[in-house]
């Protein structure tokens, strides 16, 4: 005899489960109980693909309104010869518009791009966050020097408009701590917001090398968690909170993790989307939320695989190891209400990866 609240669930979850059963699969919703459900995940819509670049994977797809109403996404993107983890090593951060958030997209110009030796973002650019502060367009990314994980950098490029011309910083804004700190191995995934006092606030993902080299070969590698950085002026300098990491799930055992943070004002509280590294599965996204911005609530589902939204793919091919998940979420606001999720996923028509768009609402 079914319970009252698996009844419920049930009569929710009905024409999700009739979908699920045409498709053949299985249901992450079926796996988790509805109250680990943010309500902001009943409102997602899939949309489709898009920047589908032939000779590309396609990550990190950041958008925002211009002027003009249309949606201009900045993406990173990468040489298809050098395989998923050419991200590393090879990045650009690429602008492409639209009249429609659906597309269909036009790729216009590479923004910033590797500078070659000497410089702190020589090897990659990747990471973008475009962002409209103080009357100017803000490019949060990630560069490093050396094509590996311990160069990582957050640096900050500005615009007076979305077509440029940027100016690119020649230090990082945000470098890691001392040896045997929580964040001494890099700054990484920037989600940046102006505080309604006036603060400038930097959220970014780090862990600490020790571990990190001692997970070595192993499924998961370190334990990623997120600090806040804090200036009193958009260029920094960056102040690290004193009680960071403000996020770290590593007490939960198993290794549980997260990455890829956004960050947003609404309803007079912090939001947060994220993907998820096993707090629940490696398959779904998270959802948090702060009064303060530093204590933040016990995350709960905010998005699903590809497969529980009825999206039809291809068998996997072989170089894919995260087919059909769900990543780097990053949401399109209007007046500071989110109207679409923009993600990162693998696969697509050109067989390596490319965005993901899902209507919210």
């Excluded at 988790?32 to 396609?58: C, I, M, N």
């Excluded at 030796?117 to 475009?130: F, L, Q």
């Excluded at 170089?319 to 606001?333: D, F, M, S, T, V």
């Excluded at 500071?336 to 390596?352: D, I, K």
């Amino acid at each position: 005899m079914p319970t009252r609240r698996t009844f419920l669930t049930g009569l929710l979850l009905a024409p999700f489960a009739q979908a699920w059963a045409r498709a053949g699969r299985l249901s992450t919703y079926a796996t988790y109980p509805r109250r680990d459900f943010a309500k902001f995940s009943r409102h997602l819509r899939p949309v489709g693909r898009v920047l589908e670049l032939p000779g590309y994977y396609v990550w990190c797809s950041s958008p925002i309104y211009g002027p003009d109403g249309r949606v201009h996404v900045f993406f990173s993107r990468w040489d298809a010869k050098k395989g998923m983890g050419g991200w590393l090593n090879g990045s650009e951060i690429v602008r492409a518009v639209a009249a429609r958030p659906e597309g269909p997209y036009e790729v216009r110009e590479t923004v910033l791009a590797p500078r070659g030796p000497g410089y702190w973002d020589a090897t990659t650019c990747h990471n973008p966050s475009i962002q409209f502060v103080d009357g100017q367009y803000c490019l949060f990314f990630m560069g490093n020097s050396n094509g590996k994980t311990d160069t990582k950098r957050i640096g900050l490029a500005t615009a007076p408009t979305l077509e440029g011309p940027w100016t690119r910083p020649d230090q990082p804004l945000l470098l890691p701590g001392p040896a045997g700190a929580w964040d001494d191995h890099c700054t990484t995934n920037p989600a940046f917001i102006k505080h309604p006092n006036g603060e400038y606030r930097l959220y970014y993902k780090s862990w600490n090398t020790a571990e990190y080299e001692a997970a070595q070969g192993q499924p998961i590698r370190g334990n990623r968690k997120y600090g806040l950085a804090v200036a009193e002026h958009l260029v920094g300098p960056y102040v690290k909170y004193a009680g960071n990491p403000v996020i770290d799930f590593s007490g939960q055992g198993q290794n549980k993790q997260f990455e890829d943070a956004f960050v947003w004002w609404q309803h007079g509280k912090f939001n947060l989307l994220a993907r998820d590294m096993g707090v629940y599965s490696q398959d779904v996204g998270l959802y948090l939320e702060s009064a303060d911005g530093k204590a933040w609530t016990f995350p709960k589902i905010a998005f699903l695989p590809l497969r529980d939204y009825g999206v039809a793919q291809p068998p996997a091919p072989t170089n894919l190891k995260r087919y059909g998940r769900l990543e780097r979420p990053q949401l399109l606001l209007r007046d500071g209400r989110p109207e679409y999720l923009f993600c990162a996923s693998q696969g697509g028509a050109a067989g390596t990866a490319s965005a993901f768009v899902l209507r919210v609402g």
